[in-house]
């Protein structure tokens, strides 16, 4: 198989980034891209789920940024789906799913986010393979698509 053909048209990305969920309010978030998780996951806490209009709404807080818990962002999305979720230790967790767009080097498009407690993880975000099909990951690279706040180019 030719590998040139395959990644050509591909947008080149570091194994963690910087990204946005614009729909969630949420200007800058560190990632881990992760092609060994099938699902991306979002660090939330005080999560709430209830019917608004006949539907599931998950209400949440998260913190964006890592070791810093003084920063909120308060969201608010439709539950699309709830899920068994086996994490990297093997444990299932039962988590409830979210569709929202994700922007990342000058590109948007719409991922599903399993909403999970990840006060123990590095990142606060993981962004699984499901989410990445028009992206090819370099494992030697990092913040190819940018620097984060506060951060120099």
Sequence with gaps: ??????????????WREWL?????GIDFIKAKIDTG??????HTFSLDV???GGRKVARFGVHPLQRDTDTVVWCTAPVVDERSVRDSGGHKE??????????????EWE???????????????????????????????SFVTGPGPGEQV
């Excluded at 039962?94 to 590109?107: K, L």
């Design 1 to 14: 198989m030719d590998d040139t053909r395959s990644t050509s048209h591909k947008t080149v990305i570091g």
């Design 20 to 24: 946005c969920l614009p729909e969630l």
């Design 37 to 42: 998780a099938r699902t991306s996951a979002l």
């Design 50 to 52: 209830a019917h608004d």
């Design 94 to 107: 039962w988590r409830f799913v979210i569709a929202t767009p994700v922007a990342m080097a000058q590109r």
């Design 111 to 141: 991922i599903e986010l399993t909403l999970t407690a990840r006060d123990t993880m590095l990142f606060r975000m993981l962004v699984g393979r499901t989410a990445m099909r028009s992206l090819c990951v370099d494992p030697f690279a």
